[in-house]
């Protein structure tokens, strides 16, 4: 179970670096949603590693509703290109 | 302890630099996001639920928008300009007078040049040369641009900009000084004569003239 | 055996993290990117989580509540993605 957990670590890295070494703003998007995605996953794995229903819980509410911050922020940005 | 939360734990400082390290403001502000999501990760890691709940819904969610707003409405120069030019800004006929071609080169030039600050330009039409001054005066637009000859021009600086009127048809005044600043060092590309009013409000109460 | 059978999936489900991941290093085109990482990446979650499923089957209700709201979360999100980095391009 560690070992999944190291190789998850591992793919959160990649858009993490994708991130840092971006310049155009919706590639650095796309690594956001694909982060914020990752790390609930995560969560949830690590709440039926250690077998804690409340880590669970906080991790499925984050996976259901931290997409939604995303969505309103590429509407921001997506106005802001347009002036 | 086991050791995968030490390399989650060393995520945490790795996104906060490159938080700090941004120059890009709409940048920083996905920074901020993917800060958000592995400081929420960490927490729920180490066992505080309450606290991740929060940082997610709060400090990516609520914070992220905010900013976003913020930066986006701070991060404005807002150009005054006559009804007739600011007219002819938006539509596509593109009529052969001098006046107008100008105007347009000067708002192209000064996107380019705002956008390398990570700035936008906005155009406010006002229908005569007196509205338009008012607007400056009550800090309505950062800057206003037209022919000096339309305006009410102090006579002390007529002398000095009679050189540089006679090569550029139009006059820039801009109230915030650090825009000032910023368009001064790129003046060639512009086109325009630059005038920082504070420096010009200033100088008038020291002469009296009102 | 369900031991096995969940742990399969994990690791398929690691796998498609690394294939939808990948090409976002690479210098290929906005809506690319979005296609892999969205198909794949969220597969990938899917498989995993259905994994944890079959690990504990006790906490059922939270883990398909985190499947449903994956994959609708990630499509609508696919979708708002394009439009928004399309229409930027006009």
Redesign the interface.
Known sequence: MTVVLMAMILALLIPIYEAWQEDDIWQTMLAFASIATKTSVMILVVSVLRDDWMIGVVGAIILSVGNAALMLLAHIIKRMGEL | MDSYIYIITALLPLTAGMVVLQVNPYHALIMRGILGAVAAMLYAVLGAADVALTEALVGTMLAITLYAVAVRSSLVMRLGVLQEEGMELGSNSFVEGKSKDHVQQLTNALRTLLAKHYMRLELACYPNPKALHQALLAKEVHATCAQPSQRITKESYENKQSTSLERYPYQTQIRVHRLYEILQTELSSLGTTLIDVDAVDAKDSTEGNP | MIDALS?TC??VG?IF??W???P??GPRS?LF??HS?SVA??LG?ML??IG?LL??PR?WP??I??IL??SI??T??GY??AY??N??EH
């Open positions: 742990y994990m690791g690691i993290w690394f939808g991941t990948l976002l290093l906005v990117k979005l990482l990446d969220t979650s995993i989580v944890l690990k504990i906490e939270l883990l509540l985190a709201s994956l979360w990630n609508v999100l708002v993605l928004c980095s229409t930027e």
